[in-house]
Nanobody
Framework: QVQLVESGGGLVQAGGSLRLSCAAS????????MAWYRQAPGKQRELVAS???????NYADSVKGRFTISRDNAKNTVYLQMNSLKTEDTAVYYC???????????????WGPGTQVTVSS
């Protein structure tokens, strides 16, 4: 059984920093793209940042220059360093990864349960 577990969320003042982590565990053979999404109250879930297995990164315009996504393939972990946080960054942040559980199966999307990030003014 594959699990993604996020950590690192919390309450921070505007201008502060947080670092989110997400580790994939269980039985799988390969991880493809990994990403962070977020969903604020009353809004749709949106892509924050993604990183390919080769290290190519993609960011939402709203976080460019403030957030950095990285991954440690040896630890099956993706990180999101969030600096200069704004109140509008307040949301539940979800980890996403494309995983192949065997050589015979296609990649499938997996999601973590989410971690709350609250930025106070």
């Amino acid at each position: 059984q594959v699990q993604l577990v996020e950590s690192g969320g919390g309450l921070v003042q505007a201008g502060g920093s947080l670092r989110l982590s997400c580790a994939a565990s269980g039985s799988f053979v390969l991880i493809n793209d990994m990403a962070w999404y977020r969903q604020a109250p009353g809004k749709q879930r949106e892509l924050v940042a993604s990183i390919s297995s080769g290290g190519s990164r993609n960011y939402a315009d709203s976080v460019k220059g403030r957030f950095t996504i990285s991954r440690d393939n040896a630890k099956n972990t993706v990180y999101l360093q969030m600096n200069s946080l704004k109140t509008e960054d307040t949301a539940v942040y979800y980890c996403n990864a494309g995983l192949k559980i065997s050589s015979m199966t296609p990649f499938r999307d997996y999601w973590g349960p989410g971690t709350q990030v609250t930025v106070s003014s």
